[in-house]
């Protein structure tokens, strides 16, 4: 199972980015699949998340209303819409993927936001 991100860069403040996740390899059918990121000298945190059989998303306050989430169920990607970026957001975002009963992530990209 591969999980791949992209999308990640340098950004001012108040700018977008938009980050994409591509599977492969999965055998078991997705349970849930969101973005979590890890700031320097923090701890790893959801940003959001999505879930299979509904759709239902839910969101880390601090973006509530910035970022969105969203999914292509047919090619099993997925994407954050990230807007109104604050320096706040710098950090290394992972892909994750629940599937069946294991845990899956990708290797991280960069979001950098200068003030």
């Known amino acids: 199972v591969e999980l791949v991100e992209s999308g990640g860069g340098l950004v001012q403040a108040g700018g977008s980015l938009r980050l994409s996740c591509a599977t492969s390899?999965?055998?078991?059918?997705?349970?849930?699949m969101g973005w979590y990121r890890r700031a320097p000298g923090k701890q790893r945190e959801l940003v959001a998340r999505?879930?299979?059989?509904?759709?239902?998303?839910n969101y880390a306050d601090s973006v509530k209303g910035r970022f969105t989430i969203s999914r292509d169920n047919a090619k099993n990607t997925m994407s954050l819409q990230m807007n109104s970026l604050k320096p706040e957001d710098t950090a290394v975002y992972y892909c994750?993927?629940?599937?069946?009963?294991?845990?899956?992530w990708g290797q991280g990209t960069q979001v950098t936001v200068s003030s």
């Open positions: 390899g999965l055998t078991f059918s997705i349970n849930a």
């Open positions: 999505i879930i299979s059989g509904g759709g239902h998303t």
């Open positions: 994750n993927v629940l599937a069946g009963i294991f845990d899956y």
